[in-house]
């Protein structure tokens, strides 16, 4: 194959070139072509194979005294980012002599075009080597036995090939690893020359910022380290640290240790801190004569004129370099650099030095130790030895590294450290991006009334929002903290921030009543996380929501574990308060409880479009004026997969959950709701205003109201489906269970409404007003009371519907009506098995069971007339004082020694026990 054009590098006397319109990968792999040039008065004795092992050899020499291959180093030197081989061709041999290259031929140039007139005429194959776009070798490499006789060759002879010994390598191994370097710099480089002070000046190895702009190395940024950091660097190793002045200058630093640089390698026989002045504007390579080269080595002991054993930064020859002393730290322009590098360490495997002074108080020393988070040092963990007063927000920025967390926490585990408010604003702000992780850590908000001037997003229409919005079904377009309200929460978590609170971790006694204060310990905003695996937050107060955590739009909150307790919000939410769409509260543990609000939900509050879902855990004695427990409003969801609500009290409606607003939805699958506690109506479960109730599973116990509905209430065109768990154990005035009412639908599908006891009546169910329905499809009602009025299982009020079409109720007490007892609407039976004791086990109306129909379908009404005294042992088989609907048949029937009813309509038969 024969080479078409190829512009020339002419180095030292190993050739390398590239084509200057290819981009020569730096990265990746690639394979060069290496050539073996002769004279007719100097060949050379060394094969291919020996250049072959020189250049490819994988593991290091056979022989010679390199330990190293040309690959072996930049697949070294390049971080593994570079694998380099090169397909060796047969020599070439020139038809002159070394003498004639000089003046006969044109120097080097000459010398490239008779070495491809015959490369070209032996049609070497070609196919292994990386050729560009044009189909030429991207990487040439050329080497010629006994250097050049032309003037631009004087001087250069001691890298030519050796002609009277057969030994690798043929030349100096760090001249031709360097001459290499040159050709994968080549293409469109700016700052590529091939003199002295070139990009891949350094000794025995390419410079850092040759690395870092060939994509081999990351260099620290330590432009804007805190006075006091203590940075560390591993000799000859892929570190390296940058200081900026803008994108075209910058000091590089980096370690060497002679003594432990592959062996073979010539170079610098110094070992410190190497500190490269880098200026990409500068024109002159070269050094001395009052110019500025683009890569210079900044010589400790001041003299750029030489080269010696004191150009490097080490103790005993150089400690500092900073704006005085010789060599000073400055721009070429003559700009104080302001590097400020001290206290430089001896030279060894590991150096260290520092970026100014130690900050001398504690709260600087925390801001200073956050710096190697934002400096590519991945993962940091600051360990606090003593109180600290928080005199400024501690701000958490960006890491350097994507993904990497930063964690304070107390130096001694058993010990606690507490950073007490002495600043108003946010003690601690997690920036996008950034990953706190508190441990073992106590922040106290010190109890005052802070005015927080730090937020501002330029928004003048911020209003309170509370219940307004919450019947309005508004999206909160206030911000939390805003400029006309004082905010000054603990931790403040921005969008793309993540807040991660362990076990030991405080947040207390924070109170902020100015003007629309949120979020009494943590805030956490759009696209921001709260993570919440331990520790508590307690006794912060706000003015408006959130008086322990506040979640706004596109925030989401976590909690595995700790306690919320003891908050106050003097509108919504005194535990934790989630609202606008995309915000989400997931509870897989922990305790939110003991706190209060003003408003509602004195432990949770879900609104405005926000998520939220309880898979364990427990929200209990918390204490509100609606939703003692848990309040869910304008299109907010809340399901409870798992946990409880418990011992939770409002003064008004809803002791546990209060839920209203068309979309908004709660959801039951498993867990407890239990003794809670209502001033009004909903002792368990308020439902309202268009609002969707499912249950599931799990169950509503124990829970108390002064008005109706101890278990559940479903009211104003709420809509409840019941397909599971139970209602059991509630006490109310009507519906001890659940009272329907103003146009609400309740569905029993399945499960059990149980041992409930109403007051007034319906100990199991009471439902009243025109539109207002019932639907049992399934499940039970049994065991409840009435204990005034009649009406047991239900009592019926006023134009309400009932539609039974399957399930039973069966086994519930009352003065009268121990079933069902109306007294106006409709009760539409068309399956299922109602059964009572007492002739009337309805209404009394004339003295027998009136329930719209006989018997329609294969529905069974059964009315034992219960004598007077003990229960009498009748006989199998018989129908004794038992009164059964037209169609049914009832016999008094033993199962497992039990005395009960069996009875039968068509397919709808069983056993029933009503005592």
Request: proline share 3%; charged share 10%; aromatic share 6%.
């Amino acid at each position: 194959m024969k080479i078409k054009t190829v512009v020339t590098i002419f180095v030292m006397c190993v050739l390398t070139f590239s084509n200057a319109y290819a981009q020569v990968a730096r990265t990746g792999r690639i394979t060069g072509l290496a050539i073996i040039v002769e004279y007719q008065d100097q060949r050379t004795v060394h094969t291919r194979q020996q250049v072959d092992e020189l250049f490819n050899r994988v593991g290091g020499m056979r022989g010679g005294n390199v330990p190293m291959s040309i690959y072996d180093y930049y697949k070294h030197f390049s971080n593994g980012h570079l694998e380099l081989n090169h397909v060796v061709a047969p020599v070439v041999t020139l038809p002159f002599t070394r003498a004639q290259s000089g003046g006969d031929f044109g120097g080097l140039h000459g010398l490239w075009r008779e070495t491809k007139k015959i490369f070209d005429t032996m049609n070497f194959d070609m196919s292994g080597v990386t050729l560009d776009s044009r189909g030429n070798p991207v990487l040439i490499t050329m080497l010629v036995s006994g250097g050049f006789a032309s003037t631009a060759g004087a001087g250069l002879s001691r890298t030519r090939m050796n002609t009277n010994q057969n030994s690798i390598p043929p030349i100096s191994f760090g001249v031709l690893a360097h001459e290499i370097g040159h050709a994968l710099m080549r293409w469109g480089h700016p700052g590529v020359s091939a003199d002295g002070r070139c990009l891949m000046e350094s000794g025995w190895k390419p410079n850092p910022y040759y690395r870092h702009t060939a994509g081999w190395i990351e260099p620290v940024d330590i432009t804007n380290a805190p006075p006091g950091t203590l940075l560390t660097l591993e000799a000859n190793s892929h570190q390296a640290f940058i200081f900026r002045r803008n994108e075209r200058e910058a000091f590089y630093i980096e370690a060497q240790n002679a003594g432990s640089r592959p062996q073979g390698i010539r170079g610098r026989d110094d070992s410190g801190l190497l500190i490269w002045h880098i200026d990409m504007n500068a024109g002159r390579s070269g050094v001395g004569g009052g110019g500025f080269s683009r890569v210079e080595l900044v010589h400790a002991d001041g003299i750029n004129s030489t080269i010696g054993d004191a150009d490097l930064f080490r103790n005993g020859v150089a400690t500092q370099f900073s704006g005085t002393g010789a060599p000073a730290a400055r721009w070429h322009d003559g700009t104080p650099a302001n590097i400020n590098i001290t206290g430089i360490s001896d030279a060894g495997a590991v150096m260290t030095f520092r970026i100014g002074d130690m900050p001398s108080t504690p709260v600087n020393r925390l801001l200073w130790q956050l710096w190697p988070y934002t400096s590519g040092r991945g993962n940091v963990v600051i360990e606090l030895d003593q109180n600290i007063t928080l005199s400024t927000t501690i701000n958490i920025p960006r890491p350097a590294t994507p993904g990497a967390r930063i964690t304070i926490r107390s130096a001694n585990p058993s010990r606690p450290v507490t950073l007490t408010r002495g600043t108003s604003g946010s003690l601690i702000t997690v920036s996008d991006g950034a990953a706190l992780v508190l441990e073992n850590i106590i922040i106290d908000g010190g109890g005052s009334n802070f005015i927080d001037t730090a937020y501002f997003d330029g928004n003048d229409n911020d209003n309170l929002y509370g219940e307004d919005i919450e019947s309005a079904g508004a999206a909160n377009t206030d911000d939390p903290e805003d400029e006309t309200g004082g905010g000054g929460t603990i931790v403040r978590v921005n969008g793309g921030g993540t807040f991660t609170m362990n076990a030991g971790v405080v947040l207390r006694n924070n109170i902020n009543m100015t003007a629309n204060a949120d979020g009494g310990a943590v805030i956490v905003l759009g696209g921001g996380r709260f993570i919440m695996s331990g520790g508590t937050i307690s006794g912060n107060s706000v003015s408006r929501n959130g008086g322990g955590v506040f979640v706004n739009t596109g925030g989401t909150f976590t909690m595995s574990g700790g306690v919320i307790s003891g908050n106050n919000s003097q509108q919504h939410g005194g535990g934790v308060y989630a609202t606008g769409s995309g915000a989400v509260f997931i509870m897989s543990g922990g305790m939110i409880s003991g706190n209060t609000a003003s408003g509602n939900g004195g432990g949770a509050v879900v609104t405005v479009s926000a998520v939220s879902t309880m898979n364990g855990g427990e929200i209990s004695g918390n204490r509100s004026a609606i939703g003692g427990g848990v309040r869910v409003t304008a299109r907010g969801v809340f399901t409870l997969a798992n946990g409880r609500i418990s011992g939770n009290t409002s003064t008004g409606n809803a002791g546990g959950v209060s839920v209203t607003g068309a979309g908004s939805i709660f959801n039951i699958n498993h867990g407890e709701i239990s003794g809670n506690n209502a001033g009004g109506f909903g002792g368990g479960v308020a439902m309202e205003t268009s609002s969707t109730f499912n249950l599931n599973g799990g169950r509503i116990n124990g829970n108390t109201a002064s008005g109706n509905g101890g278990g559940v209430v479903v009211t104003s065109s709420a809509v409840s489906a019941m397909n599971g768990g139970e209602i059991s154990g509630n006490t109310g005035a009507d519906g001890g269970g659940v009272r329907v009412t103003a146009r609400g639908v309740f569905t029993l599908a399945n499960g059990k409404i149980s041992d409930n006891t109403a007051n007034l009546g319906g100990g199991g169910v009471s439902i009243s007003g025109s539109n207002s329905v019932f639907n049992i499809n399934g499940g039970n009602i049994s065991g409840n009371t009435s204990v005034t009025n009649p009406g047991g299982g239900i009592a019926m009020w006023s134009n309400a519907i009932v539609n039974m079409s399957g399930g039973e109720i069966i086994g519930n007490n009352a003065p009268n009506g121990t079933g069902v007892r109306r007294a106006g609407g409709t009760f539409n039976l068309s399956g299922g098995v109602v059964a009572g004791t007492g002739r009337n086990i309805a209404a009394v109306v004339n003295g027998t069971h009136n329930l719209n129909t006989a018997s329609p379908n294969n529905a069974v009404i059964i009315a034992w007339n219960r004598p007077a005294g003990n229960v009498p042992n009748y006989p199998a088989g018989t129908n004794t004082n038992l009164i059964v609907s037209a169609g049914a048949a009832a016999t008094w029937a033993n199962q497992s020694g039990v005395l009960g009813i069996s009875f039968t309509n068509g397919a709808n038969r069983g056993w029933i026990r009503l005592w």
